[in-house]
């Protein structure tokens, strides 16, 4: 590392956020929600220059705090989803072989010298810029977007290391190349394995977990229009109930988003037990699940047989 | 996603937030006046302890660390934060270390950084960029907790224990009055309120701050009621818990929550369904909980003023979820240990299927090939391979489910189940005394649960007498299963090898050995005990590819390593 200078010195005057309630307050101007601690890492982020590692259940909202924040920004936003298997040549950059070959072919009948093919077919035209190169390249401000980063093999994560630590990537034919902007950096992670300490000390970490009452609630409320405050309410309430069990997979704020909007097609205003039973496969995808819940809803349903010929009472609430 | 944008609504829920975080943030920026003042003596001992800390580090590491902390300070100084912070900082971190967090030299400079960034007052943003900074993994996340509200809970108005009485009282008076003229003088008129209360009326604004869910109310009851009925005494050489157990025996929560139950149930204008029972229940609990850990953050809040930050941080050290042991672990712990299962198998799962990778080829791989004949002017002077696919492994696991190893043999259950959700050839086998194989039960079954509770009453583990015979279980197996055993297969052997002084059968071991890819034998004890007793580990040991002792996730994560 030659370059002792962090990029971030150069840039300190071109903050994106003015503060932490800021940061907030237009994230909730995209309708993303975010707590306390999303916002406040994100407003971290930008100041230290750091990249977030994002990690958390499937569906809430870890994807979509990036896209968000790139909303937010003005920025472009870079995705590379990863897999196994994903390698260099897709990550980062790869030599356009074919467009090389046709180049030798066509010097070759010229009499071109050796150091002028040489410097030709590993210059910049015959680069193919993958995800991580071009967010490095861009002009113009970026979010760059590292999905599901634990789906790589951990020798796979060390080559995005660099790029973390210090905003460049290095192409031995061409040399180094450093960004001319700090992106604003996000990996998401499902946990499915733990990643390298290497990879984590680069990053500033955020546990996404499930929203609590109120917050669910207001994503509820933002995201699904034409829906009540009180079906709102009782969607978050019940779900919250059925997260408490003991399941394979807890319904996540994508799956209860989906449940709003079912109910509100139906034209259901008050949700009673048969209604959630009934509707219980959007929020939950494992029969097991299913099964599980519906037992623990209609728990006690034959202590109360009148209360339960009245199904679809107004609801009280208690505040 | 139909995103539509609508910006009433958005806009809405975002003021109703902003405000309540403002209010939040009125008491916050008092309460967290992060000064040095009456901290003076906590942030001298946090020092003492950060230089047995650095001493701690790598040697080449810490004149780097001391210069840069001082320019640290310097630079917080100049924000007004103080050397106290710093020093407190320091302390802070040397006891994240202590209770296992792997906290490096760069986080902590980060830690250092980000905090600049954050306005001063401001007590949970401070607390999220130290976290933020310093903790990587989720799991560790309750232990940073607990040690922050040791080392930061005693900042500011709040919680200031010296006019503690007067500002509490204030609080307190103030939301009473506001309830009472919320209520139109339902209870006696304003003034006498506060200690001169009787345990009638606390117990009456408890169930009405509980039934509106009021928040600060419920803040100022937790206090009262630990100043009223702990019983703390400065010096007391008594724990946490019991003044705990005090103030909620007093306090009677279930019987609170029935009452809350009853009410719910009388103003209801019909009868509630058991489902809305439910709901209203599980609302009551969340509520019940937040007053109970109000209580216990008052509790500790007194115990760190009497005892100080250092043997605070000490008695309330709780071990890493990793480093619970298996044996001993509460109810609670195993829910978090099983969570923490999944990530571990699956990597498993990936050291087992890998091959070496060299001396292995597979077909031509023509792209490849090609791309790299550039380098000799398009002949394919090289020619590439595929690497061959990785093979299927096939596990065979042997578990001791006797009641030596339950609380281990429960959590190998859970480990059997997790496996065989990764791998496509895996066969469980328990023994006690007998054994049976047991992979039916997981597969026919998507509940963990279940399938436990099946293994525990229908596998026919019980040969003689019901105590652990590993030498006649091994032979059975071999009888039984022993052909099935080959070159892919790889053997794990989980028990604790006290054999009731019956003949060991080590043989079996060995043919296994033979036969099989590899025999890992994983044994919850702590090694010191090995070979002591009617243990005969070594006997087997000298016949499996290794033997680790595995009593906590880390070790097994250490075995996993090991397998590359």
């Not at chain 1, 210059?123 to 113009?140: K, M, N, V």
């Not at chain 2, 939040?24 to 302890?49: K, L, M, P, W």
């Not at chain 2, 259950?413 to 895996?426: C, E, G, P």
Request: glycine share 8%.
């Amino acid at each position: 590392m030659t370059d002792t200078a962090h990029p971030d010195t150069a840039h300190s005057d071109t903050h994106r956020f003015e503060s932490v309630p800021a940061v907030r307050e237009s994230l909730a101007k995209v309708d993303y929600l975010a707590d306390e601690g999303i916002a406040g890492i994100v407003y971290l982020a930008d100041r230290l220059g750091k990249p977030v590692l994002v990690e958390g259940p499937a569906g809430t909202g870890k994807t979509q705090l990036a896209k968000s924040v790139a909303e937010i920004s003005g920025a472009r936003l870079i995705r590379l989803q990863c897999y196994e298997g994903l390698d260099e040549s897709k990550a980062l950059y790869e030599w356009n072989y074919k467009k090389q070959l046709l180049r030798i072919q066509a010097e070759r009948n010229d009499g071109a010298t050796w150091a002028d093919v040489e410097d030709d077919i590993f210059s910049d035209e015959f680069l193919l810029t993958r995800p991580l190169l071009e967010a490095i390249r861009a002009e113009e401000p970026v979010v760059l977007l590292i999905d599901e980063v634990d789906r790589v093999e951990v020798e796979t994560e060390a080559l995005l290391l660099e790029i973390l630590s210090d905003y460049q990537v290095s192409i031995p034919e061409l040399g180094t190349v450093t960004a001319r902007q700090v992106p604003l950096v996000f990996l998401t992670s499902n946990n499915t394995r733990e990643l390298s300490e290497a990879l984590k000390r680069r990053c500033l970490f955020l546990h996404v977990d499930y929203p609590d009452l109120e917050r669910e609630r207001e994503i509820v409320m933002a995201k699904v229009p034409g829906i009540t405050q009180n079906l709102a309410d009782q969607v978050s309430r019940i779900v919250r109930s059925i997260r408490q069990l003991e399941l394979k997979k807890a319904p996540s704020v994508s799956e209860t988003l989906d449940w709003a909007r079912t109910l509100l097609l139906l034209g259901v205003e008050q949700v009673d037990a048969a209604t959630a039973v009934g509707t219980a496969n959007i929020l939950l995808k494992y029969q097991s699940d299913i099964t599980k819940a519906t037992k623990e809803l209609e728990q006690d349903a034959s202590l109360g047989g009148e209360a339960a010929a009245g199904a679809g009472k107004p609801w009280q609430r208690n505040a | 996603m139909p995103d539509a944008p609508h910006p009433a609504a958005g806009n809405g829920a975002a003021d109703g937030s902003a405000n309540g975080n403002g209010a939040a943030t009125g008491g916050g920026a008092a309460e967290a006046g992060i000064t040095a003042g009456r901290h003076g003596q906590h942030a001298g001992a946090g020092s003492a302890s950060g230089t047995e800390g650095r001493r701690a580090g790598p040697d080449a590491e810490r004149p780097v660390a001391a210069t840069t902390l001082d320019d640290a300070t310097s630079r917080l100084t100049e924000a007004g934060a103080g050397q106290a912070l710093t020093e407190l900082l320091s302390g802070f971190i040397v006891e994240l270390r202590t209770a296992g967090l792997p906290v490096s030299l760069t986080e902590n400079l980060d830690a250092m950084q980000a905090i600049q960034h954050i306005p001063v007052g401001d007590r949970s943003a401070f607390k999220y960029a130290l976290g933020a900074t310093l903790v990587k993994n989720a799991a560790h996340w309750r232990v940073f907790e607990t040690v922050f509200e040791v080392y930061f809970s005693l900042r500011g108005r709040e919680y200031a224990l010296t006019d503690e009485q007067a500002a509490a009282m204030a609080d307190l008076d103030e939301l009473l009055s506001e309830m009472q003229s919320d209520q139109q003088g339902e209870q006696q008129g304003a003034g006498g309120v506060g200690d001169s209360m009787t345990p009638e009326e606390l117990a009456e604004m408890l169930m009405k701050a509980l039934a509106q869910g009021n928040e600060a109310m419920l803040k100022a009851l937790a206090r009262q009621a630990v100043r009223r009925y702990a019983g703390m005494e400065p010096g007391r050489p008594v724990g946490g818990t019991y003044y705990l157990y005090r103030t909620l025996r007093n306090l009677d929560l279930d019987g609170v929550m029935d009452k809350l139950m009853q009410q719910a149930r009388e103003q209801a204008p019909e009868p509630l369904t058991p489902f809305e029972e439910r709901l209203e229940r599980d609302e009551y609990e969340s509520r019940v909980d937040q007053l109970r850990k109000e209580i216990e953050a008052e509790i500790r809040r007194r115990l760190v003023a009497d005892r100080g930050v250092e043997a605070m941080a000490r008695t309330l050290r709780k071990p890493l979820p990793e480093d619970v042991d298996f044996m001993h672990a509460s109810r609670e712990e195993m829910a978090s240990l099983r969570k923490a299962i999944y990530p571990l198998t699956r990597k498993l799962a990936v050291r087992l299927a890998r091959k070496r990778r060299h001396g292995r080829k597979g077909p031509l791989d023509f792209r490849s090939t090609v791309r790299h004949s550039l380098s000799t002017g398009g002949v394919p002077i090289e020619p590439r391979f595929r690497y061959p696919r990785p093979s299927k492994p096939e596990i065979f696991v042997v578990a001791d489910i006797s009641g030596s190893v339950a609380a281990f043999a429960r959590f190998t259950l859970h480990l059997v189940y997790a496996i065989s959700n990764q791998f496509s050839k895996v066969r469980a086998f328990v023994f006690i005394d007998g054994i049976d194989e047991v992979t039916r039960l997981f597969e026919g079954t998507e509940d963990i649960g279940e399938a436990v509770h099946r293994v525990n009453t229908e596998a026919d583990v019980i040969w003689v007498d019901g105590h652990s015979d590993y030498g006649h279980a091994f032979e059975v197996f071999w009888q039984r299963y022993g052909k099935d055993v080959g070159p892919k297969t790889t053997v794990l052997l989980l028990g604790d090898a006290r054999n009731n002084y019956h003949a060991t059968q080590s043989w079996v071991v060995k043919e296994m050995q033979h036969r099989a890819r590899h025999v890992y034998w994983l044994n919850p004890e702590p090694r010191s005990y090995w070979d002591t007793g009617d243990s005969i580990i070594g006997e087997y040991a000298t016949h499996c590819d290794g033997v680790f002792e595995c009593r906590n996730l880390r070790q097994l994560e250490r075995f996993v390593d090991h397998l590359v």
